[in-house]
């Protein structure tokens, strides 16, 4: 397959002022008419892009073309000498109803649910009508749309301005969007849906209609997705001056969906997952995601919509900052310590093990054979962070005048990377610096220490990143690193200050710093984790201890926790009691005022983290057995503690605050170390709490502890949880992933969860449900058994949704750092793979994969 490089961008020839398109859809097909007005506007030939069209017929000017007049291809239609003005007009056939690939126009659910949704992002709208289909040719568009009148959901993007009968069976809508809009952004909705709606005025006075779609048995669950609609278009007035643009907002849910939402202008269609929501069906933890998709996509509007990219190479530019903008958003909502903890055990989970392994790529690649293979934890995460550096180095006022200059300089346009550095460089020209970030692939890693006489304190640090093979040589890059001193004793805050590391190494002097009789600096440096970075501290177990109880910044006190745990996993720190003591006097703590936090405290590395420590001879059995271990020892160590705490955390009446989603999550991990530390009274106590749970956090925390540990009752919770969900896809989504998540549950029992009538291979949601555990579980999937069962999976999708088999092939790509027996069967399974497989995206990403 041929490679595309960002070396290689050219303008396009045309530029399309305005599209015209009619999408009439009939049982078998659909006919879709499309009228583009082109006007050169540099040299090249008139290139029209289509992928899987039946082309019916070309004209120009309104001058049907003969088969000399252009050229087509399985990618392409030419139009050979075309003029500089035309009126290009051409007809296509498509067949939605087949397309399992879930681009471009398909179906959606069956017999009453059964929907036609669009997604275009990033090269689906050449599957709906030959284009070209690029980022950089932004147009006017209007759709008329002509469906049966079963469907009576007919909506796109803009205003509609329109509607009618065709018939007695058929009828239309005709929409305008005023704003030009590159492709990509397109969406059509053909469909029979309930609709929620609300308001929401503007800061500058315009009267917005909120629309939710959803299925009639769905349309109570949008209630939280419509304010936190109404939080985010406030949000983005109030922090970034940005308010809505259209007179009206749309939402469509759909359970058929690759990835969580898609930004359309206007018309954003969102999976199921990532907008319904309600306390009985929803977990908190969805429910919070909801906010923040739901969040994430409409801040698009600014940060995409408006200012889009120039090409697909300079993807982070809208998905990093709009990552940013969503996770400061959710930190307002709760608290900014938990907030961090969560987006960087993300980073930390994908995006590090992304960067150490055989995918690794810079946050803006420079060649791709799949752009849909680059919507990546480091486009988006890794992303974000280079956003979040540059935040916080100009501080909240320049930050402001940068972003405010990016939104005045560019609207309307489709830009880079370097554009967005340039306006931002405005208020302070030391962002031109962070362009490296962007180019470079591989996480630096930051070590140091301190050394200190009398009054004066000195930090040493120092940086290196892994030269990734076939690209340059790794240079240094500027790491901020926010830094605190503390004394030993009294645990007083002595110092505070922002680092800026731009070489290999340096030195930090801190002069002044008065400690007490006998007391030592204590230093905290990646507070708040202020840059996305591997740290190798040179911090004394004692000194770790000391921040657990005397940290004031929440993230880093959660970080000297974890810390203690690696070094005690990793076998250079050998006394659990201490770890056990600092949980129980933080949870003493905290269990009345941030429960969360205390929760998250209880956190150990999940294995797929701890395997990111070896770049080979890694042992799963061994790993897991180790942190097993752990949590049976602290289980063990705190028993007279866990009861005591559950029972100071009854069930109440739901609701839906910091405090009671913390104390919920608390109330679920003491169950977990309960069973584990075998208190007698515990396996009532989950019975019961699955039983009276008033919300689904308490019933899916009770029903998993039940699987977990295999109580006695576990078939008849397992029918019963069943049961009671059975007309909720997303519940059954749960049912099925606790399950096949439990270690318990073997490759067998995740293979026949798979055999079931209701696990549908064409809803990627469930098929994530098993073999996104499976993937959670290195033990079992690094087996012949395992990785069969896994790739049977891949090269299945393959076939039908290529998009969602290279997703999923990516979990792989750290395989070469197994031991030899089981290194060796893996390369001969990925090997195999390949000669069976056909998709670019699969392709691709094995080609990578097997390249070590
Ligand atoms: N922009 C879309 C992602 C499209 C992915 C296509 N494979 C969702 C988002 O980031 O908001
Ligand atoms: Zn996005």
Redesign the pocket.
Same mark, same amino acid.
């Given at each position: 397959p041929q490679k595309i490089y960002l070396k290689d961008y050219t303008p396009p020839a045309y530029a399309v002022k305005k599209v015209d398109l009619d999408i009439c859809l009939y049982e078998q097909q659909a006919i879709v008419s499309s009228r583009l007005e082109m006007t050169r506007q540099a040299a090249g030939e008139l290139v029209l892009l289509g992928r899987d069209l039946q082309l019916q017929q070309v004209s120009v000017n309104g001058e049907v073309l003969s088969s000399a007049q252009f050229r087509l291809d399985s990618e392409s239609l030419t139009l050979i000498d075309a003029p500089d003005r035309a009126i290009v007009e051409t007809k296509v056939i498509i067949k939605p109803q087949t397309n399992t690939t879930l681009?471009g126009l398909y179906q959606s659910g069956l017999d009453d649910e059964m929907m036609f949704v669009t997604?275009c992002?990033?090269e689906?709208f050449r599957k709906i009508t030959f284009f070209p289909d690029r980022p950089d040719v932004l147009s006017e568009y209007t759709t008329r749309l002509e469906a049966p009148k079963t469907f009576k959901t007919l909506l796109a993007n803009g205003n509609l301005v329109e509607a009618g009968e065709v018939g007695d069976d058929r009828h239309y809508t005709i929409w305008h969007d005023p704003t030009k809009k590159p492709s990509?952004l397109f969406a059509a909705v053909i469909a029979n849906l309930q609709v929620l709606q609300d308001h929401y005025t503007t800061s500058e006075g315009r009267k917005v209609l909120l629309e939710l779609y959803a299925v009639s048995q769905d349309i109570d669950k949008c209630h939280v997705a419509m304010q936190a609609l109404k939080d985010s278009m406030k949000w983005d007035e109030d922090n970034y001056g940005r308010a809505y643009d259209l007179d009206r907002y749309m939402i469509v849910a759909t359970s058929q969906f @690759? !990835?969580?939402? !898609? #930004?359309n202008k206007g018309l954003n269609i969102f999976n199921t997952s990532c907008v319904l929501s309600s306390p009985e069906t929803a977990t908190d933890e969805r429910s919070f995601n909801v906010k923040a998709?739901i969040a994430? #996509?409409y801040f698009?509007n600014w940060t995409?919509n408006r200012i889009t990219c120039r090409d697909w190479f300079q +993807?982070c530019l809208? #998905?990093g900052f709009?990552?940013f903008r969503d996770q400061s958003f959710s930190g307002d909502f709760r608290s900014k310590a938990v907030q961090r903890i969560e987006d960087v055990a993300i980073l930390r989970s994908a995006q590090f093990a992304e960067d150490a392994g055989t995918l690794a790529h810079p946050v803006r690649p420079e060649s791709f054979v799949e752009? @849909?293979n680059f919507?990546t934890a480091t486009v988006?995460e890794k992303g974000a962070e280079i956003v979040r550096m540059l935040a916080n180095l100009l501080g909240k006022e320049k930050f402001r005048q940068g972003t405010d200059e990016y939104f005045a300089r560019y609207d309307g346009q489709a830009v880079t990377v370097e554009d967005f550095l340039s306006a931002l460089s405005v208020a302070d020209e030391r962002v031109l610096a962070f362009m490296p970030w962007y180019r470079q692939p591989g996480t630096p890693v930051l070590s140091g220490g301190v050394q200190y006489e009398q009054d004066k304190v000195v930090v040493r640090l120092a940086q290196k990143t892994r030269h990734v093979p076939n690209y340059d040589a790794p240079v240094a890059l500027p790491i901020p690193v926010d830094t605190a001193i503390f004394d030993s004793n009294t645990g007083q805050l002595l110092a505070e200050k922002m680092l800026l590391l731009t070489t290999d190494s340096a030195e930090f002097v801190f002069d002044g710093i008065q400690l007490s009789e006998g007391g030592h600096p204590v230093v905290s440096v990646l507070r708040n984790f202020s840059a996305p970075v591997r740290l190798e501290f040179d911090y004394s177990d004692e000194d770790l201890v000391r921040l657990v109880s005397f940290e004031t910044e929440g993230f880093n006190r959660w970080q000297a926790m974890q810390t203690l745990v690696n070094r005690w996993l990793f076998g250079s720190f050998d006394n659990v009691d201490s770890i056990a003591g600092l949980l129980k006097t933080v949870t003493d703590e905290l269990l009345d005022c941030d429960p969360m936090l205390a929760a998250r405290l209880f956190d150990v590395p999940s294995q797929k983290e701890l395997a990111m420590a070896y770049d080979s001879d890694y042992d799963p059995v061994a790993v897991k057995a180790r942190r097993d271990e752990f949590i049976k020892l602290i289980a063990c160590a705190l028993a007279d503690k866990t009861t005591t705490w559950y029972q100071a955390l009854p069930i109440q009446a739901y609701e839906d605050t910091p405090l009671a989603r913390g104390r919920r999550l608390l109330r679920n991990v003491l169950l977990d170390l309960r069973l584990l530390a075998g208190d007698a009274a515990a396996e009532q106590d989950v019975y019961y709490q699955y039983d009276n749970a008033t919300c689904m956090s308490e019933r899916l925390g009770a029903f998993t502890a039940i699987i977990n540990h295999d109580l006695g009752k576990k078939s008849l919770y397992i029918a019963n949880f069943y049961e009671k969900f059975a007309n909720e896809d997303l519940v059954i989504d749960a049912w099925f992933n606790a399950q096949a998540l439990s270690s318990r549950t073997s490759i067998d029992d995740i293979a026949a969860l798979m055999q079931r009538q209701d696990y549908d291979w064409n809803t990627p949601n469930r098929v994530r449900t098993t073999l996104g555990a499976l993937a959670a579980k290195p033990v079992q999937l690094w087996t012949q058994q395992g990785m069969a069962l896994y790739l049977s999976a891949v090269e299945r999708l393959d076939g039908s949704n290529p +998009?969602l088999a290279a997703r999923l092939l990516s979990a792989l790509a750290r395989w070469y750092t197994l031991g030899d027996d089981t290194k060796a069967m893996a390369q001969s399974n990925l090997e195999q793979l390949k000669q069976k497989v056909q998709s670019k995206n699969v392709l691709e990403f094995l080609d990578n994969m097997l390249t070590v």
């Open positions: 681009e997604q992002e990033p689906g990509y @690759n !990835m969580g939402a !898609m #930004e998709v994430h #996509e698009h995409g +993807l809208k #998905e709009t990552v752009i @849909n919507y988006y +998009l």
